[in-house]
């Protein structure tokens, strides 16, 4: 297919595509707050019929909670590949609406410090403008060669701001109408203001909360220290005996399924320029942590690790208190990668515990959720294909990054659906989303709809 | 001298003795409550004019507080020992008063579950009786032999019950006038209803806070987990290897000063019966901890101890929360015993923390008081000549017993007087004080006059 004709017209129409994304971002589409309900439909309405023109079976489909919308284009064949793209039309409240230059529903153009011209408003960046530079690209395409090169279909959802409820339901509930060969989530950042990005890799997480119990009552140090067991000395133990001199993790078995980062990756790592000391130093940190031998991207992407979240025991507040707690409490949370399976992992920190209790102290879990990584496998043919297709329009080599927290959406599209995810965004750092004076840079809004239709292209080839 | 007759004198006026104690617990002096001011004053006046009435020169001496009652008896002459007894005539609040069978101050006889005999009333033990069963001793010589055979000087403070704030300043200032050879201490327990007990040592405490710092600011742990240093694991480390695996604390020079229990006194508690085991189970511990090789009395009466008394740091609420804390602390102490060094154990202990610190990390400390131990010289022969008095109105070997905790005045006589204390009391465990329906058993009383009139009598010998 001739892409310039596309891009050319993507160019030469974008004033109507930066209408419609204002038109969007006047719905004040504020999921968590009831009052906003029906805006929240208005919304799902507004696009349904944006889709709807372009030919796509577009729906608005209720659940408990907001609506979702679903569009389909099948219209390439069944011998084309069919996507599912994802982003979400629901908004952040305002609050505190004082410290906003102008009202954060009436969208306007800016100019930024560096003279960069800017989209701001609630929503211009998370998630409305990253969701219409999807469709002004199938747009372009569709305007341009009478129709999409691939099938699409396109899940809106309303309540990604406040939760999801909805979302885990609708997908088991459309299993069939919403699996297909890739996920193309779009609610993600650039590496930097000039070089894409696709995450691949987001750690999964297993919170475990432990509780180490003693006497029965609280006991008074003068009369009991020294033969009573202080259950703070035995979470103290068990805590520190997690990790080896090396910062490792000591559970056995913990780093079956970790996965070493191929040397390509690796370089392309090494490519990105990212300074771990300055990242570390931007909160004080004045030194690396964790394991030896490993960068800090590596450590933050690709590495699992265990982490004391909280813990509590005796008297905590001002002065002091000669206590020995009849208990004591820590929150253990576990960063998965790879295929590390969070089952086996909370069954092997219980199993380390209770193997290091003393005579007379008795340990009681409680699970808090456990989710395995999400990766799109690196030898994944449209990971080749995203990355090539950025690269040519941004003109530099596509960062293939990690993240180091979850994104809910798609480890359901994996677990549910049994997708992979590619997640290509075009936010910057400093878009201000969840904050006041929201935006998106032109820039991301303009070569993001480009960079759509050269995906959508190789995604056909 | 011939105490026989002291002996029966105490017994035939018993009645009297019990009268007095009436009119001493109807005097409601509570000093925590400003409302009882005038009646901690009554109580002060009422004291020092039997003590007068004795022969005893004695005054009641203003303080920012409530006042302090001093009576001197100087008569035995130069060549024979001082003594200073030490008693509070002040009492605990009576809340909460409906639990009362019968009104707090008005003092009545009532009969105990085993038929023996008990004074029920707020301060009837504590510390009244206890106070008056010396100074009825001291009447009972007085009458039937013309004085008392060794010079003694009375100090009963009002504010024992509340802090004890004027206590310092008032030894401070009359310290040539209260140091004497010994204190008698009038204010713990028997070892049970019929074994006498002397407390030789209380041990010592230093408290210490230390916190941990990282981070200039809480951190996400799926941003920041991995190369992040996680205060909580630092802190973990560091209290963990406080211990060694036989329950030795590892401070370098933290048992220098600590000395070994002789044989005999080895041999008095042996035949105490005390039952470790059963003393952990009343709380619910199943299972001796700290130092191997020590029993339990020994544990808590003769060896110091390191013990977390409150640990927090990163989120401790209902729920999870994936943050990785700034900060951690924990509230440490350590209960000392023998000729330990607060001052060097504070230091060994910031020693300590300050080289495990990895790089990154950040110590503070905040210091939470620090006293030694006390202790009366096991070859001290007041020791020897009140235990054998004790034995000889019991009939049973006298306990000699440490306490775990510590008992201020006895720490500002040694610091303050140079002075070391014999306590020595009649309380029983069941006594309830700083309860409702607190009693003091007839018998404690009663043989407590007679044990004073014994103990002063070997005294002078």
């Known amino acids: 297919m001739a892409l310039t004709p596309v891009l050319s017209r993507i160019d030469t129409s974008f004033d109507d595509s930066l209408k419609r994304l204002f038109d969007f ?18 919304g799902a309405e507004w696009l349904a019929g944006e889709l709807s023109a372009l030919g796509f079976d577009a729906s608005v489909r209720p659940t408990a909670g907001h609506p979702m919308v679903v569009a389909h284009w099948t219209k390439a064949g069944p011998d084309k590949p069919h996507v599912l793209f994802y982003a979400h039309y629901d908004v952040q409240p305002v609050d505190p609406l004082h ?29 409305k403008g990253q969701l219409l530079t999807f469709v002004e690209a199938a747009r372009a395409l569709i305007a341009e060669t009478g129709g999409l090169p691939i099938n699409v279909t396109i899940l809106s959802e309303g309540e990604e701001e406040s939760g999801s409820p909805s979302l885990l339901p609708f997908l088991e509930a459309n299993r069939a109408e919403l ?17 894409p990005a696709i995450t691949t890799m987001l750690r999964g997480l ?30 103290a133990r068990i805590l520190a005996g997690l990790h080896d001199d090396a910062g490792r993790v000591t559970l056995p078995g913990f780093y079956d399924g970790v996965p070493e980062i191929p040397d390509d990756i690796r370089r392309n790592w090494d490519g990105l320029g990212f300074d771990g000391d300055a990242f570390l130093a931007s909160v004080g940190l004045t030194a690396p942590a964790g394991e030896a031998g490993r960068t800090v991207l590596e450590k933050i992407w690709a590495r699992p690790t265990a982490e004391v979240n909280g813990i509590s025991g005796g008297y905590a507040g001002d002065g002091f208190k000669t206590v020995l707690p009849a208990k004591a409490s820590a929150k253990v949370s576990f960063r998965l990668v790879g295929d590390q399976d969070p089952v086996a992992i909370r069954a092997a920190f219980r199993a380390y515990v209770t193997e290091r209790l003393p005579a007379g102290a008795r340990v009681e879990f409680h699970p808090h959720g ?14 080749a294909k995203g990355a090539a297709a950025l690269q040519a329009e941004w003109g530099k080599p596509t960062a293939i990054i990690g993240g180091g927290g979850s994104i809910p959406v798609v ?10 995810s590619l997640m290509v965004g075009f936010g910057l750092s400093d878009d201000r989303i969840h904050s006041p004076n929201e935006k998106y840079d032109v820039t991301s809004y303009h070569k993001g709809i480009r960079s759509w239709a050269r995906i959508i292209d190789a995604l056909a080839g």
């Open 25 to 42: 971002i006047r719905i004040p589409s504020i999921s968590t707050d009831p009052a906003h309900a029906a805006d929240c439909a208005r």
């Open 370 to 383: 456990g989710s395995p990584a999400i990766r799109l496998s690196f030898d994944n043919p449209a990971l």
């Open 179 to 195: 699996s297909h060969d890739v996920a193309l989530v779009c609610d993600t950042n650039m590496w930097d203001r000039q070089t």
């Open 99 to 127: 410290l906003w230059e102008t009202p954060p529903f009436e969208p306007r153009l800016a100019e930024g410090p560096d003279g960069s011209r800017r989209i701001v408003g609630r929503g211009a960046a998370d998630d």
């Open 411 to 420: 480890g359901l599209f994996k677990s549910l659906l049994g997708m992979d």
């Open 206 to 235: 297993v919170g475990e909360e432990v509780t180490i119990h003693a006497a029965d009552q609280d006991l008074h140090s003068g009369m009991f220290g020294g033969p009573a067991l202080n259950p703070i000395h035995v979470l």
